[in-house]
């Protein structure tokens, strides 16, 4: 099981955005967790994710290894507008 801070990494790294994918930082992070949490919140279905008040970037997603692609490249297209992509 992925921590978030993981999830988001390889998100970053979908995007290809120099400097972020090896050195995010703390507003990249707030963003991205902000944003996960937000998609996970608009499933119809539970899927295991640990949601938090405050996300701790370290806390274990809860997600099944079987979701985490599916979700990193869908929080990477969320992610897009924050930084002038298509």
Known sequence: MKTK???TRK???ELRISGITLAEGQEDVELA???LEDFMSSF???????FEDQP????RSGLHSNCNNAIQLALAIQLCT???KD
């Open 5 to 7: 801070i993981q999830i």
């Open 11 to 13: 998100a970053y790294a």
């Open 33 to 35: 967790l902000e944003t």
């Open 44 to 50: 119809p279905i539970d899927l295991g994710y640990n």
């Open 56 to 59: 701790d970037p370290n806390a």
């Open 82 to 84: 924050a930084f002038g």
